[in-house]
């Protein structure tokens, strides 16, 4: 049941052992299994874990705070998380923050102020803190036309960043 598990995709540790109780097996017989793949390798949740931020930052674009709530769901540890996750500095968040809020700027559409609400939404739902999410979308929305700059002039990313965090 595990080999077929992980021969479509890798699995945590918690992922297998979940599946392994829906089948009713005892939870003596699921650790032995477990360590033993442990042991060997086949399961490894720190490797899981590095390559699952890597794929879904650079595929998905997903922010460090969605990367550890996925890693969360899938029974990583904190530890573990927090190690994986320091592959991803504020830089590449930045990064990829802009990249993103650019390739959705080709076709946005409507006035900047919604094109600015909807951008920073999307980024909000990727995992960006306000503050990334509002400097990317200001500094794409004034590289992108005048009237866009204009309005991009007249945001104040850090206010509307530290108005945000006093909401949460």
Known sequence: MCLRQLAVRPRTRAELAKVLARKEISDEVIAEVLDRYDEVGIIDDAAFARAWVSSRHHGRGLARRALANELRQRGVDAETAGEALEAVDDEDEAATARALVDR??????????????????????KGYPAGIAFRAVKD?????DAEAAEFADAVDADALADENTDLS
Do not use: E, H, I, S
Request: glycine share 4%; no cysteine; charged share 25%.
């Open 104 to 125: 959705k700027l080709r076709t946005a559409t409507g006035p900047p102020d919604a094109v600015f609400r909807r951008l920073v939404a999307m980024l909000a739902r």
């Open 140 to 144: 794409a929305l004034a590289a992108r």
